[in-house]
């Protein structure tokens, strides 16, 4: 069973913070890997996607993935208090493609 | 910027009726899904539709369920005989090429059984 992991939270940071959010997955074999953004009642709105191991940046956003750990990562640097949302890592397997997705961590950022 | 669209927003409907979600792909994509989440848990994967056929389905997806593509824009979920556990928001997602591709979700179908 492919399982994507992730803490609950909430998270709570102050305005202007960095915000670390993180994602285990259990599927060895996923390629690609895809951090959503979902503000309650609303859809999962993509914020960025990383398949290499590394870092990518993008905006105040940067995507770390360490393969061998089976590791995501989401930074979010100066968090304003619109980033608050449940934040959404999944995975693409390496058969099939369907996305597995981790329960969401609850980001609060306060002013 | 193309998006997804989803209609309707919001339906109720009695236990053992039959529901139908429809939803408009982004133009150029040719990979389209259904996925759901039940309030306060994951966002879980229904069935993926490639080339007028199902590509791949999960447990979820029984025989209660079927996908069509009725035209060249529209794609929709049936849902046979709905059970109160069928509550859940449906999302109808998109992406132009298959595994790795980025996939766009529509803004979703609140399915309220009742």
């Known amino acids: 069973q492919k399982e994507v992991e992730q803490n609950s939270g909430p998270l709570s940071v102050p305005e202007g913070a960095i915000a670390s959010l993180n994602c285990t997955y259990s599927?060895?074999?996923?390629?690609?890997f895809f951090w959503y953004r979902q503000y309650s009642g609303k859809s999962p709105e993509l914020i960025m996607f990383i398949y290499s191991n590394g870092d990518k940046e993008d905006g105040r956003f940067t995507a770390q993935l360490n393969k061998a750990s089976q590791y995501v990562s989401l930074l979010i640097r100066d968090s304003q208090p619109s980033d608050s949302a449940t934040y959404l890592c999944a995975c693409h397997g390496n058969a099939g493609n369907m996305l597995t997705f981790g329960g969401g961590t609850r980001l609060m950022v306060k002013p | 910027e193309p998006e997804v669209t989803q209609t309707p927003s919001h339906q109720v409907t009695q236990m053992g009726q039959e529901v139908i979600l429809r939803c408009v792909p982004i133009?150029?994509?040719?990979?389209f899904y259904w996925y759901r989440q039940i309030l306060g848990q994951k966002v879980e994967f229904l069935v993926s539709f490639y080339n007028n056929e199902i590509s791949e389905k999960s447990e979820i997806f029984d025989d209660q369920f079927s996908v069509e593509r009725p035209d060249g824009s529209n794609f929709t979920l049936k849902i046979r005989s709905t059970k109160l556990e069928d509550s859940a928001m449906y999302f109808c997602?998109?992406?132009?090429?298959?595994?790795?591709?980025?996939?766009?979700f529509g803004e979703g179908s609140w399915l309220t059984v009742v």
């Open positions: 599927d060895r074999g996923s390629q690609s």
């Open positions: 133009s150029n994509h040719l990979y």
């Open positions: 997602a998109s992406s132009e090429f298959a595994r790795g591709n980025t996939i766009y």
